[in-house]
């Protein structure tokens, strides 16, 4: 196995843009190419954030306050963290996540309507200074992204309504806007092929390895 340096990506973008397909191919070229990588879901990946993911996306939880939710995301957060991702990165490995911070921002910031100053906030308690050096936003429209999603029973949290998911949207792009040198938007319309081609050539730039 050759590591090379450490380093986090995630990816982000309302359900159904094309995230995890995005992931999982990057995830698959990078153990190609012999690199030590981790590849984990958001909310999960350690025990105790896949049952505190198992209470949230639970469907008869509509009662469930937007500050609950918000405080259960990260919590589910710092324990992948603190298991997970702090090792990983301190040996020197990649860690992929499909979702991270920038979703409870998007959803529960934009798309709730939670103050953006709670939640930054908290996150400086959950997660401390552990940022992604990249951030893949797989940037689709919402009426294509319903459409990648029909044939699936929808959970609580895509069972919201349209308006909530074009906030969530403009949400992660006011993000992105913040901050263009961490992010890199993708235009999810585009085919799974050319989408891997380019997270591959910024990847393959950023551990300066051949693309
Ligand atoms: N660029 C693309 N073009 C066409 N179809 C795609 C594209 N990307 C993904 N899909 C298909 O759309 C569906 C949803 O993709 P995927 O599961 O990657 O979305 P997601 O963003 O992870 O969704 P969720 O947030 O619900 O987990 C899958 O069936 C996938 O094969
Ligand atoms: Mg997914």
Same mark, same amino acid.
Do not use: T
């Given at each position: 196995m050759k590591n090379i340096k450490p380093l986090f990506i995630s990816f982000e973008g309302i359900d159904g843009s094309g995230k995890s397909t995005q992931c999982q191919m990057l995830y698959h070229e990078l153990l190609d190419r012999d690199l030590v990588v981790h590849l984990f879901r958001e909310p999960g990946g350690t025990k105790i954030s896949e049952k505190i993911r198992d209470i949230l996306l639970d469907?008869?939880?509509?009662?469930?306050s937007a500050v609950t939710e918000m405080l259960l995301y990260f919590s589910s957060r710092n324990q992948l963290i603190v298991e997970k991702i702090i090792p990983a990165l301190t040996r020197g490995e990649i860690v992929l996540l499909d979702r991270f911070v920038d979703s409870t921002i998007a959803y529960?910031?934009? =798309? *709730?309507?939670?103050?953006l100053n709670d939640i930054n906030k908290v996150a400086e308690v959950a997660?401390?200074?552990?940022?992604?050096d990249l951030t893949v936003l797989v940037d689709t429209p919402l009426e294509t992204a319903e459409n990648r999603m029909d044939k699936r029973e929808l959970d609580r949290l895509e069972a919201e309504n349209a308006e909530f998911k074009q906030r969530t949207r403009q949400g992660y792009l006011e993000l992105a806007r913040q901050e263009p040198d961490r992010f890199l938007v993708l235009? =999810? *319309?585009?085919s799974i092929e050319t989408l891997k081609q380019t997270v591959i050539k910024k990847v393959t730039q950023i551990l300066e390895i051949e693309a």
């Open positions: 469907k008869n939880h509509s009662e469930m529960q910031g934009y =798309g *709730r309507d939670l103050s997660i401390g200074n552990v940022h992604p235009d =999810g *319309r585009e």
